[in-house]
């Protein structure tokens, strides 16, 4: 059984936060446009880092994960998404 890598956790954190995390500003906001870009850019990289993982290279898999994750966290940040109080997987206010 392979072990579970440094690149297969970020994987499976950052997919947990991308199913959690909610477009926050009402529909027909300006700021709507900005939630879908955070989570078009996230739904990017996780893409690139499975792409990555599948073929073996889990440098690249890992860095892929990192920007993935650090789209939705600036999102939640910014308030542009909601992650329902997550401080496991998102960085939040106090």
Do not use: C, K, N
């Not at 850019?41 to 920007?67: K, N, P």
């Amino acid at each position: 059984m392979p072990s579970d890598t440094l690149a297969d956790r970020y994987l499976r954190l950052t997919r947990e936060a991308l199913d959690r995390v909610r477009v926050t500003p009402p529909r027909r906001s300006f700021l709507v446009g900005a939630s879908d870009d955070f989570l078009s850019m996230a739904r990017a990289y996780l893409s690139d880092a499975e792409h990555f993982a599948a073929q073996g290279d889990t440098d690249r898999a890992l860095a892929a994960a990192s920007y993935a994750h650090g789209w939705l966290d600036a999102g939640v940040r910014l308030g542009l998404l909601d992650g329902g109080d997550d401080d496991q997987r998102f960085t939040l206010f106090r």
